[in-house]
């Protein structure tokens, strides 16, 4: 699908300006981006932004269907601009990293809830949560660290050293570094 910044603001009837075309761009080049993430993106593209232009210009194209906005839990807001149709993410719980999961073809249990209160269902918003392959290989290049650590401490721990004491310090594994909105 080709982004045309100009033509979404008009099909939403939304005057053109500067700034919300930057902001699309920022949220088209980031999706799942923070909005602080998207006002640094947006200054460097045009020059000057304030933020809370920034902050009034997602809310409005929230509202009017241009963005979506999405908050996994104990995340702060997110805003992507893939809306109109009932997809899903997908969160990492080591660095937060956010990423689209189409919605699941033919029966769609997650819109048959047993009992809608008198609601219309019509979307369901699903959240899966896991660990990225970004954190995954540094989790398992930590655990082979550890172990090769373990292994020739072992080895020097059968030594004793002059004072008849062992010496086995264990140095604690970092955790990976984490990344956010991306």
Not at 6 to 21: D, E, F, K
Not at 90 to 118: E, I, K, N, T
Not at 152 to 181: A, C, D, F, H, V
Request: hydrophobic share 30%; glycine share 6%; charged share 20%.
């Amino acid at each position: 699908m080709l982004f045309e910044p100009m033509n979404t603001l008009q099909a939403h009837g939304m005057p053109v300006t500067a700034q919300r075309l930057a902001v699309l761009r920022a949220v088209n080049s980031n999706p799942h981006a923070t909005a602080d993430h998207i006002a640094a993106f947006a200054t460097k593209d045009i020059g000057s932004i304030s933020k809370q232009s920034v902050y009034d210009t997602l809310s409005t194209m929230v509202e009017r269907g241009v963005l979506r906005k999405i908050q996994p839990v104990g995340s702060v807001a997110l805003y992507e601009n893939r809306v109109g149709d009932n997809h899903h993410h997908v969160v990492c719980r080591s660095c937060g990293a956010v990423g689209d999961v189409d919605c699941a073809v033919g029966y769609r249990p997650c819109l048959s809830a047993s009992h809608a209160h008198g609601f219309i269902i019509d979307e369901a918003d699903v959240s899966y949560w896991g660990t990225c392959v970004t954190c995954a290989k540094n989790r398992k290049q930590t655990v082979k660290q550890s172990s090769s650590k373990k292994s020739s401490s072992k080895k020097s721990s059968s030594k004793k050293t002059n004072s008849n004491k062992i010496t086995n310090k264990k140095t604690p594994s970092k955790k990976p570094t984490t990344r956010k909105g991306k």
